[in-house]
């Protein structure tokens, strides 16, 4: 143990503040990328910032010091084994007169362990249930975990339903126990089955003590896998037990803490990881990388570097004595695992979480199978836990996004992806009306080849020629992932797909447009092929009814599409549309009657709503969203309108003026709210309060009640209270 600081280190931190009486153990979330998500858990030592690390420190062997963690390394929190503090006379008394942040000398937040682990490993620990939560509760940890039982993989089904129930058992009194001041996780074990792993989540969700339920659910009994690269199991438990963990509640991933596995299991909704790898892997001669593990005796220069190796060569360290040389090691070693959490935390930000998995997955071959069997379960969802998560992943998952998207093997298998083009086959439609005012049945569908985005400047000339010698005519565009209708042109990804310009030049087989023909509806008439002369020109005469129809089309399948509002409903809104352009002729606003209602995004092709918008879409799509717990009993409705979040009575002053809506003021929310898509908020009798974008999902916001629910753009009351 140490009383200061070391040397090198300069005290320039300032200690954390306790969070509000009221807000402790509570999680929001500040931003989504499907089940990935950044969020913050307030707790006696300041806020827990996700997704994180928590690295392990043992009390009797500290190869970096916890007060070098918080200053240099900007470590939050950190965990410690309660157990054997309890089990060192010296220590529990150092713990029990002056507190686990003084025996530790570390000023964030300290989790403990309940010593699960040590009987997995040694046998039978001495201390009880009971017992040890008040031995964690006494030395003024934050977090602490209770005493559950271990399920090994090769234990049979009967004894992981046991160690499920044991567990489930040993739940509430170990809350009470916990009391006011000290937050509990509550660890979800069930081995290798799918239906444990679920009901444990079932039953550590639901279970509350007399102050609060569990502040966070760690995925225990996952160590054997991980030790032999049994990825698959490690996600099909990650997906089985999120299912049913309520989603107010942090994941942590118990003694995972490998950088290889970060952003695929940040992709599938960890939030917190531990491990004693930083320094294990150092006292082995061993570093860590974002995609692997380096071995010190067989490398000539540094493959991946830190500032810490940057005064050493390897030969260097190699030639230290072997506490410096762990020392160095170690630090490398914390440095690559807290910067790849940071690199995780902003491919969530930048809707690029997904992208940054795939890349990892082909570091290693384990990783890669498990990554393959994932989007397997994307593909073909079953009904049983690990297929509920995974439509939850992609249905919660913004289907458009800003900037490139890179071409490669599984782009089509991207969660946002997959949500895009099952909105497509589900919402869009056959226009109801041709630019010529006539209505009759499409004549035939015309697929544009050999062009690249953006279509409106290199293919536009094609689809006015088109249409001027047959109005009845539908236009897809052929694009690597698919055919798309020339309204959505400038949808991204399809407008930005990264690649070669011969990516373009690789027409669809014949087989592949049936299928995607069936997909959309349009395998009944007959279709033809062509590709755009990019030297041809406009014949200006006549074509500016062409050009609005065009335009009307894209606002009303942009609508339709993205947001769920029936094409119906979107022709009666654009029936007497105009609009405003840039010097590049894309649409920039949209009016109806005079009115501003909609601007179209010019850097993923989605829209925005106005307050106009917004009060003339819920007048032709009235109602309200069921509250949170009734039953839905009607039928299901491919256009189910513009989603709608319901407040409560006392938030409507504020949010109608124009303030964010907040978690634990919504009474209810549309389930096909998608995070990312302009929403309605309204009151119980559907009036509208204000317009904005969901942070969170319908389920998270029926859970959670701190931070942001609704980024509201405009309130609606705003006029009428001055």
């Known amino acids: 143990m140490t009383d200061s600081c070391p040397s090198h280190v300069v005290n320039t931190r300032p200690n954390p503040k306790p969070c509000r009486p009221q807000d402790r153990g509570k999680f929001e979330i500040l931003q989504k990328d499907g089940m990935a998500r950044i969020g913050r858990l307030h707790t006696n030592h300041g806020m827990l910032n996700t997704p994180m690390l ?17 200053e240099k390394y900007r470590v939050d929190g950190l965990i410690t084994n309660s157990y054997v503090i309890w089990k060192h006379d010296d220590l529990s008394k150092s713990a029990l007169e002056n507190g686990v942040h003084e025996l530790i000398d570390f000023p964030g937040i300290i989790v403990t362990d309940s010593g699960t682990f040590q009987s997995y490993v040694y046998g039978d620990v001495e201390v009880g249930v009971e017992e040890i939560v008040k031995f964690q509760r006494d030395i003024g940890v934050d977090i602490g975990t209770m005493l559950d039982v271990f399920g090994r993989p090769e234990m049979s089904r009967e004894e992981i339903e046991s160690a499920v129930e044991i567990t489930a058992e040993r739940a509430p009194n170990s ?41 966070i659910h760690p995925i225990g009994g996952i160590v054997p896998l991980m030790e032999n690269q049994k990825y698959k199991d490690l996600f099909r438990i990650l997906l089985s037990a999120k299912s049913t963990i309520p989603p107010d509640r942090p994941i942590h991933l118990f003694g995972c803490g490998h950088p290889l596995l970060f952003p695929m299991s940040i992709a599938l909704g960890v939030d917190i990881f531990d491990s004693a790898a930083y320094a294990l892997f150092a006292r082995g001669n061993r570093l860590l990388t974002p995609t692997g593990t380096i071995r010190l005796d067989e490398i000539t220069e540094w493959p991946y570097n830190s500032s810490e190796l940057f005064k050493w060569t390897p030969e260097e360290v190699r030639s230290l004595d072997s506490k410096e040389r762990e020392k160095v090691l170690a630090r490398h070693n914390l440095e690559v695992t807290q910067s790849e959490l940071a690199r995780c935390r902003e491919a969530i930000r930048n809707g690029k979480i997904w992208q940054l998995a795939e890349e990892r997955s082909h570091s290693s071959a384990h990783l890669r199978e498990a990554f393959l069997w994932v989007l397997d379960q994307l593909e073909d969802s079953d009904d049983g836990p690990v297929g509920v998560s995974s439509l939850r992943m992609i249905s919660s998952t913004n289907p458009i996004r800003k900037g490139g998207e890179n071409l490669l093997d599984d782009i089509e298998d991207r969660p946002h992806i997959l949500h895009l083009k099952s909105l497509l086959a589900l919402r869009w439609r056959i226009p109801g009306s041709w630019w010529d005012n006539s209505t009759g049945d499409p004549k035939r ?41 020339y309204s959505l042109e400038d949808v991204s990804p399809w407008s930005h797909i990264d690649g070669s310009d011969d990516i373009w030049d690789c027409p669809l087989d014949e087989e592949e447009i049936f299928d995607e023909l069936i997909e959309l509806g349009l395998s009944e008439i007959p279709f033809i092929r062509i590709t755009p002369d990019p030297h041809s020109q406009i014949e200006e005469s006549g074509i500016d009814v062409i050009f609005d129809w065009i335009d009307r089309c894209s606002i009303v399948d942009k609508l339709s599409v993205l947001n769920g509002l029936s094409p119906s409903l979107g022709c009666r809104l654009t029936s007497e549309m105009t609009t405003r352009k840039s010097k590049t002729k894309r649409m920039v606003n949209v009016y109806s009657n005079g009115l501003h209602i909609i601007s179209p995004r010019l850097k993923d092709g989605g829209i925005s709503l106005t307050l106009n918008g917004a009060k003339m879409i819920n007048q032709l799509s009235p109602g309200t969203p069921l509250n949170f717990g009734e039953d839905f009993t009607g039928q299901e409705l491919d256009h189910p309108g513009v989603a709608k979040v319901m407040i409560v009575d006392d938030a409507i002053p504020f949010v109608g003026e124009g303030r964010n809506v907040m978690q634990g003021y919504v009474l209810g929310a549309d389930p096909h709210l998608i ?48």
């Not at 928590?54 to 918080?70: A, D, G, K």
């Not at 799918?194 to 989540?201: C, F, T």
């Open 54 to 70: 928590l690295p392990v420190v043992n009390p009797n062997i500290r190869t970096i010091e916890p007060r070098e963690m918080w």
């Open 175 to 215: 809350l009470d126990v916990a009391g006011d001041e000290l937050l509990l996780n509550g660890p979800i074990q069930g081995g290798l089955h799918d239906d444990l792993r679920a009901l444990a989540g079932e039953l550590m969700g639901q279970v509350n003590g007399t102050n609060r339920g569990f502040t």
């Open 445 to 485: 569908v015309v697929i544009i080849e050999g062009s690249s985005p953006p279509w409106r400047e290199n293919s536009l000339h094609a689809v006015i020629s088109i249409l001027k010698e047959t109005p009845e005519s539908i236009i897809l565009i052929s694009t690597p992932i698919g055919l798309i209708p």
């Open 675 to 722: 995070p990312g898509q302009p929403c309605l908020v309204v009151d119980s009798n559907g009036r509208l309060v204000a317009h904005g974008i969901p942070i969170t999902s319908a389920r998270e916001m029926a859970f959670l009640t701190k931070g942001i629910a609704v980024r509201v753009r405009d309130g609606a009351l705003k006029n009428k209270n001055n």
